[in-house]
């Protein structure tokens, strides 16, 4: 148990336009999900934290009218970069805890979903 | 702000050797030490972890140290194996009993166990 869904894997877009980032948790209730860019060899840059029901966090340096989160239930968050840049290119992967094991703090992490922006 | 500091960013030992992975935290609220393994192309995934409360935790190769007061935590493989070589990012979080919290991740080492 404990599978965490992103789609789609890869996605290549024009600039100016809006891509939509889905991070399901397929088995669990996912009350906290996180948001993570990552960029070639590099650590995992946490974005924002997203949870049920709730307005985001964002983390510092990171502009929420640019990466809009959406988590209107336990088993689903979105990230929609809007008018997406050539510099938005990355990887980006989300996390989440499961509500039923919120003490154990493992986080299960989505396959990832890498943006092109042309 | 809070920060992980991982070293070494490379690694390269030989098949049957050990791999030491080291980090450093600045948050002293800190209270859960977890590592990360992320094969290429793959997702990461939890190997280990250590609270607070305990110095040492072990599991079949891999062990993990705490040391609270240099602020510093460790990944040991022993008896290394070419499956072994991935990306290992070490991560530092403050869980409260909320269970609400936020990793402050390591900057990752690239590990390669040569056969």
């Known amino acids: 148990g404990a599978v965490v869904s992103q789609h789609p894997s890869r996605v290549i877009c024009k600039s100016g336009t809006s891509v939509k980032i889905e991070c399901r948790s397929l088995?669990?209730?996912?009350?906290?999900m996180f948001w993570y860019r990552q960029f070639p060899k590099k650590s995992l840059m946490l974005m924002a934290t997203?949870?049920?029901?709730?307005?985001?966090?964002?983390e510092q340096g990171v502009e929420k009218d640019k990466f809009l989160i959406n988590h209107a239930s336990l088993t689903l968050s979105t990230l929609t970069v809007t008018s997406a840049h050539p510099e938005d290119s990355s990887f980006y992967i989300c996390?989440?805890?499961?509500?039923?094991?919120?003490?154990?703090?493992?986080?299960?992490f989505g396959e990832g979903s890498r943006l092109t922006v042309l | 702000g809070e920060n992980v500091e991982q070293h070494p960013s490379t690694l390269s030992v030989q098949e049957g050797d050990s791999a030491v992975i080291k980090c450093t935290y600045s948050?002293?609220?800190?209270?859960?030490f977890p590592w990360y393994k992320q094969e290429l192309g793959k997702r990461p995934q939890l190997i280990i972890d250590?609270?607070?409360?305990?110095g040492e935790k072990k599991d079949q190769r891999i062990a993990v140290t705490l040391n609270k007061t240099a602020k510093h935590f460790s990944l040991h493989i022993t008896e290394t194996q070419p499956e072994d070589s991935a990306v290992y990012f070490c991560?530092?979080?403050?869980?409260?009993?909320?269970?609400?919290?936020?990793?402050?991740f390591g900057t990752g080492t690239r590990l390669k166990v040569l056969a």
């Open positions: 996390s989440a805890t499961h509500s039923g094991r919120s003490n154990t703090g493992e986080l299960f």
């Open positions: 088995d669990f209730q996912a009350t906290t």
């Open positions: 997203s949870n049920e029901g709730s307005k985001a966090t964002y």
């Open positions: 948050d002293s609220a800190s209270n859960y």
């Open positions: 250590i609270r607070s409360n305990v």
């Open positions: 991560a530092a979080s403050n869980l409260v009993t909320s269970g609400t919290y936020k990793y402050i």
